[in-house]
């Protein structure tokens, strides 16, 4: 029911022209009308794209914060940022490794290990409601039954020494204060609901018995046991192999469109993200660099990191040529470098970049890029 | 599971036989006169070497010697000690002061050592965790018949709150401060193993994801990081028997318990060989034993291992 | 090749293990290196195997720096790199901490409280407790140094052999191991002793005398102590052999010997140095509880085990406690040490307890 093109087809000139430079928005023209992206909601604007509505969304993250004390000095991990989801949407987080992406999921879900991590800034709104001012015992109950979250490895993420079942059987326990013999029924019924075969006979079966790709369906199934609202997987799909891949991507789609979940995607892999997703927001060191509407941003990126995560993307119709790739590393977490964290790498750094640390703003439309150079880059 | 323990079992066979060989090696075929030392200060009467050396059919070859032997351990036969008094009859009654002070030996060292190792490993670097690593430092350090003396000395002697010597009347109080003592040694190596887990299984992906399912910290870590953490420490427990029965030799030596630790330290002392050899043959297969037992429990602890 | 390789995240092992000790594990086992399971398989075996060969030596050195750089920050391997160090000189040159004779008892003198001129006192025979313990941490550190040492070496060789053999040598060796492991230190000990105590003379060793007992109780240690350093290096060698570059070396022709030395030795010289460290923290304790059985080092030999348990039979009666706690405490203090070196070095050579 929710087509990828939720996009707007009028742009509110007036109100971006301020911040704009060179907006034409021609290549909005052709957009056709979305389905509202906030479902049920009287007040909901469809011309405004969900990050530019307050206290309406499913979940709203404002300028978070998240550093972590180490003997190597402070790590800032998240520098100020900013997202929304709604009901039914998918966004996808994208970037490297310590870009981030992960710390923002933990946050949102409340599994920080505090300390070392720290929270100095920021709101957490679920619903309306502030996660990060909850008392913890309300918040631990909103785990599970309202967000929920899927991990990289299913195998180290299941606990080795329980059968599935009752790993998946302990939510109904512990949340719907369910019998063993009803919560296992549960069990089941979702083992066969994400496609596990003979999944009556494996309920007892340990994790380290199922192959890479069954035991992911394990940890979705639990993590979808009890409904939630959110659901975040933290690259679900990295450790298997591509065929099991497309699978699993298609399940939580599924899944998705069953519950009317807001699912958030994270995941460093553009490819995977481009069937599934409906938004993107791409992170480096901490910050989002580039949000916007997944065909946008695929068609033009207006971040010259995204450019470069782009062109990594093997493509058929380049085959045999060489796939260009980011030099250089990530930064060191406690080394940010000044201006703009990505200026080292960045074929287009200029002495502003190295002065100036550019913010994210409005460059089109229902587009946001942290570059100074963004105009340039999708003028190109 | 049930291939497992068969496994485990055949897999066992070897070892049984190769650690018994090993000792009857030691004691009868090693280079020189078997018999030597074996009277006392004297030299043995030729006509005891010529009972002894038919006793142990020493004149036959090597392994039908050792089949002989095994034969009669399995009987019950350890041979008889200086005084011509049957070793395994000398034992029999000492067996059950043994298992009862290693017993208390074990539940003390397990307790008191699996939540010092606990409490350590939920604070890591906090105040509890160096206290217990710089006091295990301490016990690990000192050995147990010093130790052993120490307390001796100032619980018995000085203040009198436990009786000096146990002797004839072993009960649960007059065992509780030689208990302590055994057992103090494994319990700081299980402090740290256990601290070790804790702190390490807190980082690991399925401890992330029970806080993700929403679970209580008393679940998360009661049920969660407990049982993952709680294997290795079973595994160590077996391992560690040995240094127990070990240990008793020692304990019950300096405490005058009459079990089968003590009569290894007399017989020791009295130059009796065949009560010494007798005794701590049966020792080597309790604790191969208890080994055993300690695998299958593994087994059924850790799925990774017999669910294959 | 698939995409992740081109990472460049990938592109430099030797940047991407210290980026990997920075403390955000953000994505655990995710982009980098270290793909649990099945995406091992989707690397070609070329590119793993040339980063790990990479890795190898570079990691190796580094692991050594690193290491190196965390203990030299470490209180504990300085305390007791002191404390070893003294007892070492202690043992060497038992001369230049006292000019006594440790064999010198006087009964007139017997008993004597610590004071100025006997700074332990003395004990029940009029023996200086200082001197004797002095001249005891000989005979107690030799047998932990020659039992640790030769432990090393019997168990390194073997493990050795059998890793690199492999096949029936390997099986062979390793049940042998398992039978010797089967038997707990203190009661082979008390077997092998209590049989080799009355003998003279063992493969025309002579058994008897100072040496002779230093002899037996080396013999024990060793006998039953390298099954837990042979199992370490069999793992090493078993662990590195199948890698391209080891199978290259040998198809170009270099000696085990080499291959041992290049490839081995830096995976396999931490966890033996550990072991062996505290293992002479062990060795030092066993002799000194055998002594104090009375079957390990017996008088004349003076040792602290012996001393201990001379002073014991006349502790009961509460009299002479200082000569009992003075060898008692430099023999705490001596197993102190070297398990403390022991820890830290283990925890200098462990990435994950050095972040505390």
């Given at each position: 029911m929710f087509g990828r093109d939720k996009h707007t087809a009028e742009q509110d000139d007036t109100h971006r022209d301020d911040t704009?430079?060179?907006?034409?928005?021609h290549d909005d023209a052709n957009r056709e009308e979305p389905?509202?992206?906030?479902?049920?909601?009287?007040?909901?604007?469809?011309?405004?794209?969900?990050?530019?509505?307050?206290?309406?969304?499913?979940l709203e993250v404002r300028d978070l914060f998240v550093e972590f004390h180490t003997s190597e000095g402070?790590?800032?991990?998240?520098n100020g940022v900013n997202l929304t989801l709604a009901e039914g949407e998918t966004l996808a987080i994208l970037g490297e490794s310590g870009s981030g992406k992960s710390v923002t999921a933990q946050a949102v879900m409340g599994i920080l290990d505090m300390p070392p991590a720290k929270i100095p800034s920021g709101e957490i709104f679920y619903r309306g409601k502030d996660l990060l001012t909850m008392p913890e015992d309300e918040r631990r109950k909103l785990r599970g039954p309202e967000i929920s979250m899927v991990f990289q490895d299913a195998l180290s993420s299941?606990?080795?020494?329980?059968p599935v079942g009752w790993q998946i059987a302990e939510m109904f326990r512990k949340?719907?204060?369910?019998?063993r013999s009803d919560s296992y029924d549960q069990a089941i019924r979702l083992m066969e609901r994400v496609n596990i075969p003979g999944a009556k006979e494996r309920v007892?079966?340990?994790?380290?018995?199922?192959s890479g790709g069954m035991r992911q369906r394990i940890m979705i199934a639990m993590a979808i046991a009890l409904d939630p609202k959110v659901l975040i997987a933290d690259?679900?799909?990295?450790?298997?192999?591509v065929t099991v891949q497309a699978q699993i991507m298609a399940l939580l789609k599924e899944l998705q469109e069953e519950h009317d979940m807001g699912l958030i995607l994270i995941t460093h892999d553009l490819g995977v993200v481009?069937?599934?997703?409906d938004r993107i927001s791409v992170m480096y060191a901490g910050r989002i660099v580039e949000r916007a509407y997944v065909d946008d941003i695929y068609a033009a990126p207006a971040h010259p990191y995204t450019k470069g995560l782009l062109e990594s993307i093997p493509r058929l119709d380049q085959k045999g040529q060489d796939l260009s790739a980011i030099g250089g590393l990530p930064p060191s977490l406690t080394r940010i470098p000044p201006g703009c964290a990505f200026n080292p790498r960045c074929?287009?750094?200029?002495d502003v970049c190295r002065e100036e640390s550019p913010p994210?703003?409005?460059?089109?439309p229902r587009r946001q890029s942290a570059c100074h150079f963004a105009e340039e880059l999708l003028d190109d | 599971m049930g291939k497992y323990i068969v496994r485990r079992l055949l897999q066992m066979i070897p070892v049984v036989l190769g650690s018994t060989f090993l000792i009857y090696a030691m004691v009868f075929?090693?280079?020189?006169?078997?018999?030597?030392g074996k009277c006392g200060e004297r030299a043995c009467p030729p006509a005891y070497v010529k009972e002894f050396r038919e006793k142990y059919n020493l004149d036959d070859p090597l392994p039908v010697q050792y089949g002989k032997y095994m034969g009669n351990v399995l009987q019950g036969d350890l041979g008889e000690n200086q005084y011509g008094i049957p070793v395994a009859e000398d034992l029999r009654d000492r067996f059950g002061v043994t298992g009862k002070l290693a017993s208390m030996a074990l539940v003390f060292q397990s307790v008191v050592g699996i939540l010092a190792g606990i409490l350590a490993g939920l604070r890591k670097g906090g105040f509890i965790d160096n206290l217990v690593i710089v006091s295990t430092l301490f016990v690990i350090s000192i050995p147990i018949f010093v130790s052993g003396f120490v307390l001796q000395y100032f619980f018995?002697?000085?203040?009198?709150?436990?009786?000096v010597l146990v002797g004839a009347d072993a009960t649960f109080y007059r065992l509780l401060l030689p208990a302590m003592v055994l057992g103090s040694l494994s319990l700081a190596y299980i402090a740290r193993l256990m601290r070790t887990n804790i702190a390490e299984n807190l980082g690991s992906d399925y401890v992330r994801t029970a806080k993700a399912k929403g679970l209580s910290n008393r679940r998360i870590i009661g049920i969660h990081t407990l049982r993952n953490s709680l294997i290795p420490v079973i595994t160590f427990l077996g391992y560690d028997f040995g240094a127990l029965l070990g240990g008793s030799i020692v304990t019950e030596g300096i405490f005058n318990i009459l079990g089968v630790g003590g009569y290894v330290f007399t017989s020791i002392g009295n130059r009796d060989g065949i009560a010494v050899v007798g005794a701590v043959t049966v020792l080597v297969l309790v604790y191969l034993i208890v080994n055993l037992i300690v695998d299958l429990l593994y087994g059924v602890l850790d799925p990774r291992i017999s669910h294959d | 090749m698939t995409e992740r390789n081109q990472t460049p995240h990938d592109a430099n092992p030797d940047e991407r293990l210290e980026h990997d000790d920075a403390?955000?594990?953000?994505?655990?086992?995710?982009?980098?290196?270290?793909?649990?399971?099945?995406s091992h398989e989707k690397q070609t075996p070329t590119s793993s195997s040339a980063a790990i060969a990479a890795d190898d030596t570079g990691t190796a050195r580094s692991l050594t720096a690193d290491a190196w750089r965390s203990l030299r920050k470490n209180p504990l391997f300085w305390i007791s790199s002191v404390l070893i160090v003294g007892l070492l000189a202690i043992a060497i040159f038992p001369g230049l901490f006292t000019?006594?004779?440790?064999?010198y008892g006087d009964l007139g003198r017997?008993?004597?409280?610590?004071?100025?001129?006997?700074w332990f006192g003395t004990d029940r025979q009029g023996y200086d407790v200082y001197t004797r313990t002095i001249y005891g941490a000989r005979a107690s550190i030799l047998v932990g140094v020659l039992g640790a040492t030769g432990t090393l070496l019997l168990g390194s060789f073997l493990g050795l052999v059998a890793g690199y053999l492999g096949g029936w040598v390997d099986t062979l060796i390793s049940r042998i191991g398992d039978i010797f492991f089967a038997i707990p230190l203190l009661m082979a000990g008390i077997i092998l002793l209590s049989a080799t105590r009355?003998?003279?003379?063992?493969l025309g060793v002579p058994l008897q005398g100072y040496f002779g007992t230093i002899f037996q109780l080396v013999l024990v240690l060793v006998l039953f102590g390298w099954p837990a350093i042979m199992r370490l290096m069999r793992s090493s060698v078993i662990q590195v052999k199948p890698n391209d570059y080891v199978q290259a070396a040998r198809a170009l022709g270099a000696s085990p010997l080499r291959i041992i030395r290049r490839h081995v030795m830096p995976n396999a010289l931490a966890p033996a140095i550990v072991v062996t460290t505290i293992n002479l923290g062990v060795y030092i304790s066993v002799e000194a509880t055998l002594s104090f059985l009375g079957i390990g080092l017996v008088p004349p030999a003076i040792s602290w085990g012996v001393m201990i348990n001379d002073s014991l039979v006349f502790l009961r009666s509460g009299t002479t406690l200082h000569a009992l706690f003075f060898p008692a405490l430099f023999l705490s203090i001596c197993v102190l040490a070297f398990i403390m070196l022991g820890d830290a070095v283990r925890d200098a050579f462990d990435p994950k307890s050095r972040d505390r």
């Open positions: 704009t430079r060179d907006t034409t928005g389905a509202t992206v906030v479902k049920g909601d009287p007040i909901a604007k469809p011309d405004v794209p969900p990050w530019e509505r307050q206290g309406e969304q499913l402070l790590a800032k991990a998240i299941l606990n080795p020494v329980f949340h719907r204060d369910m019998n007892k079966a340990y994790p380290h018995q199922f690259e679900p799909t990295t450790a298997l192999d481009a069937d599934v997703a074929v287009m750094a200029q994210l703003r409005d460059i089109r | 075929a090693m280079p020189g006169d078997p018999t030597a018995g002697l000085e203040l009198g709150w436990f009786p | 403390p955000l594990h953000d994505n655990k086992p995710g982009e980098g290196g270290e793909l649990p399971t099945e000019d006594q004779n440790p064999d017997a008993r004597i409280d610590p004071n100025s001129t006997h009355s003998m003279d003379t063992l």
